[in-house]
């Protein structure tokens, strides 16, 4: 996904021997499909040696000891935003210290009006106003910058530019008070039976659809796929989708799902996996790598709610659970 996505993602690594981790598995889908298998059979969970699937665990272990950190100490942590502007209608926003401001910031080392960001396009345009004003933007003082969706740093203060087609600005500060409702994160233990490579079997009139979000936005995607896989003895289709909107990788695929643990034990809004890509064509598709969208831990973010195709009757119990942050 976007930006939006502060991805937790597992680090992989190497297998016994040196062997890259990818290489055991795109063999073991060769061999299915080549004793007759196809795209539309069920996937079942990728046969992993111990030594395999202990490294798979330790990854696992260090990735969400990383994730814990990040939301408790980072700058940009989720914990950290304290404030969002929506451009709604408006292709400016004016940023200061001022309580005219469209963005007001409380902190004396801004001006009164310190900048003005513009959308344009799938960028943005953020231009210093005051004389004395300047921003960071790649870590350089600035006054004029064409950006990506990205971030730009005031004062103490660093605010994200935020497009998904329905752009605004998410303001983050390291002394945000949310950081003292910090009380770690919460997951199934790894389970490798739900660790699975399969093809996407590709959506042959892949027209733009709309996925809703958790702000009442119509966000654009399209439908690339399908994954089917055997969870638990139970064919489950996954729907796989790549949303419309600037940062996203054109290559990518998201899969946004509930299942019979979201909203006892999960996150009420669901969870999202993003499978990975192999050399061969095939998909890594990890549901111990499911992780919460923003929306579970801040109610500045704009996160897409799953599709009724992706709401499965099954208990997917593996990847992130509810840590109860968000009354969303």
Not at 187 to 195: A, G, I, L, Q, S
Not at 248 to 258: A, I, L, M, N
Not at 265 to 291: F, I, Q
Not at 311 to 319: C, E, F, H, Q, S
Request: charged share 25%; glycine share 6%.
């Amino acid at each position: 996904m976007s930006r939006d996505r502060q991805l937790r993602r597992i680090r992989r690594p190497s297998l016994p021997g040196g062997a890259p981790w990818r290489a055991p598995l795109a063999l073991a889908v060769g061999l299915m499909l080549a004793a007759g298998g196809s795209a539309a059979t069920p996937a079942r969970p990728v046969r992993l040696s111990s030594g395999q699937a202990d490294s798979l665990r330790a990854a696992s272990v260090a990735a969400r000891a990383d994730a814990e950190k990040t939301l408790r100490e980072s700058p940009t942590s989720y914990l950290a935003a304290v404030a969002r502007t929506d451009f709604g209608e408006r292709t400016s926003l004016v940023v200061g210290h001022a309580a005219d401001c469209d963005l007001r910031v409380d902190d004396p080392e801004l001006a009164d009006h310190h900048l003005r960001v513009t959308v344009t396009g799938d960028s943005f345009h953020v231009v210093a106003l005051d004389d004395t004003a300047h921003f960071l933007a790649r870590g350089a003082p600035v006054r004029d910058a064409r950006l990506p969706p990205s971030f730009v740093r005031v004062g103490r203060f660093t605010i994200r530019l935020s497009h998904q087609r329905f752009p605004a600005l998410i303001v983050f500060d390291p002394k945000s008070p949310h950081f003292a409702s910090y009380h770690g994160l919460d997951w199934f233990p790894y389970d490798p039976d739900y660790r699975f490579v399969a093809r996407l079997t590709p959506n042959r009139h892949a027209d733009t659809t709309i996925i809703m979000s958790t702000r009442g936005n119509a966000r654009r995607a399209v439908l690339a796929g399908w994954f089917e896989l055997l969870v638990q003895g139970t064919p489950v289709r996954l729907e796989a989708h790549r949303l419309l909107e600037p940062g996203v990788d054109e290559r990518s695929v998201s899969v946004f799902f509930r299942d019979a643990t979201t909203g006892h034990g999960t996150y009420g809004v669901g969870r999202y996996v993003d499978p990975e890509r192999l050399a061969d064509g095939t998909w890594v598709v990890d549901l111990n790598d499911a992780y919460n969208p923003a929306c579970a831990t801040s109610p500045y973010y704009n996160c897409p709610i799953p599709s009724k195709a992706n709401t499965l009757k099954i208990a997917i119990r593996a990847g992130e659970k509810d840590s109860h942050y968000s009354s969303h």
